[in-house]
T-cell receptor, first 113, second 113 residues
Framework: DADVTQTPRNRITKTGKRIMLECSQT?????MYWYRQDPGLGLRLIYYSFDVKDINKGEISDGYSVSRQAQAKFSLSLESAIPNQTALYFC????????????FGPGTRLTVL | GQQLNQSPQSMFIQEGEDVSMNCTSSSIFNTWLWYKQEPGEGPVLLIALYKAGELTSNGRLTAQFGITRKDSFLNISASIPSDVGIYFCAGRGMNSGYSTLTFGKGTMLLVSP
């Protein structure tokens, strides 16, 4: 079984719709992250959480919100999706007590029409 | 914020050739990581570097943490078709109080059989 899972893997939605992307991990890591990947731009950090109820903005948090209600789950929401939020979204986890290396989920491809 | 310059942007090589790619930063990093991303998947950690001057191998891959702490390179020897993918460097800054990574924009590697 995969250590970091993301649902859905693909989603097509319309402008203005509310969307939630889910991330779950079985690694027991305390830290979780959401990234966005666009062609030619690499990975950019949206939000991160170092513990349950801890939320921190990343490089590009505008238009997004997150929720960390349990250690194993970190959800990303787009309250009102817009076309330039079309991208690949990745969740990652890391262990603060170890080397803090980040491990990524398989990604969610989101298309906003 | 911190920025990483990764080069080259892309490489198209013949099977059996050696490959070299590098990342440079305007600021000092205390950790360098190299990831590989295959189509439809999330980035997978290849090599982690934690000390200036450190040289680490993982099979045909070798990476080094630059002495100045501002650069790192990744070499792949005797490339094979399954080496195809996007390679990302990532660094964690010396002055960062938070465990977030800065990613390079990636090097796309294509290998011709």
């Amino acid at each position: 079984d995969a250590d970091v899972t993301q649902t859905p893997r693909n989603r097509i939605t319309k402008t203005g719709k509310r969307i939630m992307l889910e991330c779950s991990q079985t690694k027991g890591h305390d830290r979780m992250y959401w990234y966005r990947q666009d062609p030619g731009l690499g990975l950019r950090l949206i939000y991160y959480s170092f513990d349950v109820k801890d939320i921190n903005k990343g490089e590009i948090s505008d238009g997004y919100s997150v929720s960390r209600q349990a250690q194993a789950k970190f959800s990303l929401s787009l309250e009102s999706a817009i076309p330039n939020q079309t991208a690949l979204y990745f969740c990652a986890t890391s262990d603060a007590t170890g080397a803090d290396t980040q491990y990524f989920g398989p990604g969610t491809r989101l298309t906003v029409l | 914020g911190q920025q990483l310059n990764q080069s080259p942007q892309s490489m198209f090589i013949q099977e059996g050739e050696d490959v070299s790619m590098n990342c440079t930063s305007s600021s000092i990093f205390n950790t360098w990581l190299w990831y590989k991303q295959e189509p439809g998947e999330g980035p997978v950690l290849l090599i982690a570097l934690y000390k200036a001057g450190e040289l680490t191998s993982n099979g045909r891959l070798t990476a080094q943490f630059g002495i100045t702490r501002k650069d790192s390179f990744l070499n792949i020897s005797a490339s094979i078709p399954s080496d195809v993918g996007i390679y990302f460097c990532a660094g964690r800054g010396m002055n960062s109080g938070y465990s977030t990574l800065t990613f390079g924009k990636g090097t796309m590697l294509l290998v011709s059989p």
